[in-house]
């Protein structure tokens, strides 16, 4: 098969699990159906085809740019903190590098990237789309969000062995999916943040879970699958050493589904039994486990 149309594949799919994944931590729902998001996303995702070579390439070569820092225990303990102007100069170097003029808002004010480098500040630690869809929003409406998400890169690459600077850039990626879909190479760049954040911290569970999930939408011939039964096998592993916490009830139930889709049907019910166990009163697993 032609490479080009298997990254394809494989970035499409990265987009339709990260909007589900989002839906389903918010909601506390069952794996979605994978049919209704790609119904939302594949004709935008089609008519892009002509240039993904060249956006791919633009991404590889921003992403080989980042300067090589050494591992060091200092480095994990101390990462540097970027004050507002220090971020905006290096929002401006990236978009300088992209090739992209600084732009007015709609009300024909200048001087966004400075007001853009606080709000990245602001959303520390809480970038994730759902919990600041209407900032997202207005920031997409200002023409701004190339240059948040310069402003998120500045401070991950800044900060390379903080795994909060890395999960807010992975985030950010993915928040710019939801509100442009032709955005969607930058699913992979997501996926690379949330691999820096796991070889940071292997027990990081929002990493991991997104990871995961992002697998089940791929297409069954690139493999995926398996490797999602695996991540979320590790995530179940991790979760029973620890107290239960509500939202991870999801794993339990998701890992069975798959392994029901896969025809291990008893193996299914232990995995879904074993969430029960954790989270007695969710509605889903006792729905599972009851059939």
Known sequence: MNQSLVTFFAVLAGSVATFAVDRCLLHHGALPDSSVF??????????????????LAGLRAHGDAAPAIADTEQQRTQAPILDDAKIAASVERALTARGMAQRPSPGGETGQVLDTASRAVSMRGKSDFWSNAELYKRIHAEGQMDALVAAFE?????????????????????????????????????????????????????????????????????GKKKEAISNFEILMTQQDSRPAQQNESNTYLILGNLLEQRGETERAKEVWRRGLRRHPNDAQLLQRVGQ
């Open 38 to 55: 790609a119904a939302e996303w594949i004709g935008p995702t089609l008519r892009r085809l002509d240039d993904v070579e060249a956006q």
């Open 154 to 222: 500045a401070h991950a690459m800044a900060a390379p062995h903080d795994t909060e600077a890395q999960m807010d850039l992975g985030n950010a990626y993915l928040a710019y999916l939801q509100l442009d879909s032709s955005k969607w190479p930058l699913s992979q760049q997501a996926d690379k943040a949330f691999d820096r954040v796991l070889a940071i911290d292997e027990t990081h569970w929002n990493a991991r879970f997104t990871k995961a999930m992002s697998y089940t939408f791929w297409p069954d011939f690139l």
